[in-house]
């Protein structure tokens, strides 16, 4: 149950596009359409940002986005705005019925 | 309005036990999944264990398997994480959060409560 590679942090600017990436394996990125993304701010509860890969729970703005190939699942912040500047996880289901997380990346708005 | 709180988080000598408590409202409770995930003050989050509506189906990471036990109360709308033989590693803020209904994320999510493993 290795952690999943994420960045440890990426930077953008207010407007663009930034793009975080989480490494897993066969055995869990690879084997279902189970990851989803958290974001979590300083002193507060993760929030869910994507599910299933590439679903937006309600009230999530349509600038965070997902997707997956293979291994390596990946979201997409577009028109970065100050508030994204925050931590955030991927997690993935696994082929022995647990769940495993990323490692984290601090998204930071320059 | 769904709210789940933590409480029992406590300092804790290494060896020791200690159960923590996650109390649930604003949802049918016995339906969900409940799942623990700890975070080092500082580091990354990390999935701890889950514990299916049924009361009879739990899963475990191997960092916690054999010492750690989740449990539920469904008529109390609570569950619980035993934690034993307990190590400087388990220190940790400990949320409990519930699982999307017949999907694979977690939905909501409560505070979290800190456990302090220290001599």
């Known amino acids: 149950q290795s952690a999943l590679t994420q960045p440890a942090s990426v930077s953008g600017s207010p407007g663009q596009s930034i793009t975080i990436s989480c490494t897993g394996t066969s055995s869990d990125v690879g084997a279902y359409n189970y990851v989803s993304w958290y974001q979590q701010h300083p002193g507060k509860a993760p929030k869910v940002m994507i599910s299933d890969v590439s679903n937006r729970p309600s009230g999530v703005s349509n600038r965070f986005s997902g997707s997956k190939s293979g291994n390596t699942a990946s979201l997409t912040i577009s028109g970065l705005q100050a508030e994204d500047e925050a931590d955030y996880y991927c997690i993935s289901y696994t082929t022995s019925s647990t769940y495993v997380f990323g490692t984290g990346t601090k998204v930071t708005v320059l | 309005e769904v709210h789940l709180v933590e409480s029992g988080g406590d300092l804790v000598q290494p060896g020791g036990s200690l159960r923590l408590s996650c109390g649930a409202s604003g949802f049918t409770f016995s339906s969900y999944w409940v799942h623990w995930v700890r975070q080092t003050p500082g580091k990354g989050l990390v999935w701890v264990a889950r514990i299916k509506g049924d009361e009879r189906t739990m899963n475990y990471a191997d960092s916690v398997k054999g010492r750690f036990t989740v449990s539920r109360d469904n008529a109390k709308n609570t569950v619980y994480l035993q934690m034993n033989s307990l190590r400087d590693e388990d220190t940790a803020v400990y949320y409990c959060?519930?699982?999307?209904?017949?999907?694979?994320?977690?939905?909501?999510w409560g505070q979290g409560t800190l456990v302090t493993v220290s001599s």
């Open positions: 959060a519930r699982g999307a209904y017949h999907l694979y994320y977690l939905d909501f």
